[in-house]
């Protein structure tokens, strides 16, 4: 008998809240942050695994498509908590950078295997621009409410 889908799912977002408060202790997030920085990690990882096993794309259009609610939830909460926005955004993005990416990239450069050196690089540059430009459409909105001085 195998499980539910859903399980998969729920477990994937409970490890998601845990790993990305885990490493917001790491950068010292203050404790009344922990959930709302948990839950902006999680919106993104299940973003990026919805679109990566539902809908097929590849890994860097998933990361990018993820980023968008990733980084748009850690702009409400710093709205919300009075907080700098990197408070949130910076623990939420803990899941999708490609850290295993960039362990494979030196491993097979030192390996001295070109072939999968410049596939494995390139597919981490690709996640890692994707991150970025996710990240810099969000955060190029204006706020809702707030008028610019000239």
């Known amino acids: 008998m195998s499980t539910p889908l859903w399980t998969n799912y729920l477990t994937q977002f409970v490890v ?29 990882w299940m973003a990026y695994i919805l ?15 993820a980023t968008l609610p990733l980084t748009l939830c850690a702009r409400f909460f710093s709205v919300y908590h009075k907080a700098p926005v990197t408070v949130f955004l910076l623990p939420g993005i803990f899941p999708l950078v490609p850290g295993a990416g960039i362990y494979y990239t030196a491993y097979y450069f030192l390996r001295d295997d ?13 996640i890692a621009l994707a991150l ?18 000239k």
Request: proline share 5%; charged share 15%; glycine share 12%.
């Open 132 to 149: 970025a430009l996710g990240i810099a459409l969000v955060c190029s909105l204006p706020l809702p409410g707030r008028e610019h001085k």
């Open 114 to 126: 070109r072939t999968l050196f410049l596939n494995k690089g390139v597919e981490t540059l690709k």
């Open 51 to 65: 679109c990566y096993d539902l809908l097929g794309v590849s890994a860097p259009v998933a990361v990018l498509i």
């Open 16 to 44: 998601a809240v845990v790993a990305t408060i885990s490493f917001g202790i790491t950068f010292h997030v203050p404790k009344r942050h922990y959930l709302a920085g948990g839950l902006t990690g999680a919106v993104g």
